[in-house]
């Protein structure tokens, strides 16, 4: 069996004596993977990508990084936090070379500068002269340049403009099929992450509510069109609305569905903004066992 990139159990995260930031959360990650971490503010993403980058401690419940415990696999895991936390009196050039110095022997030097080059980074600017995308840059050439087996962004598309994004996200999707680089990033942009990603984790109120590959939760999910009288009692529903004589639903069906009702499958946009307009809205989330099994 191959070892998951990412596998949390019963994972739980506390702030504080009363307020759970995360919660009873499992499920794996095969590796290799690129995984979209999304959820509405406040759900626990940031803490779920810290707690895998070792930069927090779980309050309950383990999560593993490549088959360790995170502090072990450090070397191996590239981390780009939301805050980009980068040196401000470097410049651009430095900080490539303390990238070098801190990863000796797998350190891609040329990736590295290719991630600057293409945003037109004079290297010798400081940090703290850098806009904030600018600065997204750098931290993704950081995190790239050490070659990491798995890559967790938080965010990281969030300050660039749409012709960076679509740059960064093709250099992301190259590292990710040249080297089989796992890569775990949230975003609040769910439309981006249709073409980029292929394994879904959706977070909310602290609960992993959906997790396992795209395809896979789309397959599950059919969005109907059926009279406004239609019994949707045997099917898990989603959402679902009445407008004059029809109901419209998006079901998890437990069985056939009437010849009578219009189907078709969701898109991820749809799936997971469904998803976040009904918090009370049953989760799906496979049996470790069944993942283990897929993978
Ligand atoms: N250091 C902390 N101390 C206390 N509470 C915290 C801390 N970090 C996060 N929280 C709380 O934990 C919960 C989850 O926060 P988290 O930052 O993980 O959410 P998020 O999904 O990343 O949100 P966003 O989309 O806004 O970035 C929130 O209620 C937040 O207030």
Same mark, same amino acid.
């Given at each position: ?41 406040? =759900? $626990?993403? +940031? ?10 401690? *779980? ?22 936090? !939301? ?5 401000? !009196?470097? /410049? ?87 080297? $089989? ?5 949230? +975003? ?7 073409? +980029? ?14 997790? $396992? ?13 059926? *009279?406004? /009288? ?9 959402? +679902?609305?009445?407008?004059?004589? !029809? ?31 009904? *918090? ?12 283990? =099994?897929?993978?």
């Amino acid at each position: 069996m191959t070892v998951p990139a990412l596998e949390a159990d019963a994972l739980g995260k506390r702030f504080g004596r009363r307020s759970w930031a995360l919660r009873d959360c499992s499920f794996r990650l095969p590796a290799g993977r690129v995984c979209a971490v999304v959820g509405p503010n406040g =759900a $626990g993403k +940031s803490t779920l990508l810290a707690l895998a980058a070792g930069l927090l401690a *779980p309050t309950e419940g383990t999560v593993r990084v490549l088959g360790a415990a995170p502090a072990a696999v450090r070397p191996r895991v590239g981390f780009v936090d !939301q805050d980009k936390p980068l040196y401000q !009196q470097l /410049t651009v050039a430095e900080t490539l070379r303390m990238g070098a110095d801190l990863n000796p022997g797998h350190w891609d030097a040329d990736t590295a500068r290719r991630v600057v080059a293409g945003g037109d980074l004079d290297p010798d600017r400081r940090i703290r002269a850098l806009s904030g995308g600018q600065r997204t840059r750098v931290a993704l050439a950081l995190a790239l340049g050490k070659r990491p087996e798995l890559l967790l962004l938080d965010e990281p598309m969030a300050d660039l403009d749409p012709l960076a994004r679509h740059e960064l996200m093709g250099v992301l999707m190259g590292e990710a099929a040249a080297h $089989g680089t796992t890569i775990v990033m949230s +975003s609040h942009v769910v439309a981006e992450l249709e073409d +980029s990603c292929d394994h879904l984790l959706l977070v909310g109120g602290g609960r992993i509510r959906l997790s $396992g590959e795209i395809d896979d939760l789309l397959a599950a999910h059919t969005r109907v069109t059926a *009279p406004a /009288t239609a019994d949707l009692a045997p099917h898990d529903v989603v959402e +679902s609305r009445t407008t004059g004589r !029809q109901l419209g639903a998006l079901i998890r069906p437990a069985g056939p569905l009437p010849a009578d009702w219009r189907t078709g499958e969701p898109s991820l946009e749809d799936l997971v903004l469904s998803y976040l307009r009904n *918090p009370m809205a049953p989760a799906l989330t496979p049996a470790p066992e069944t993942t283990e =099994a897929a993978a």
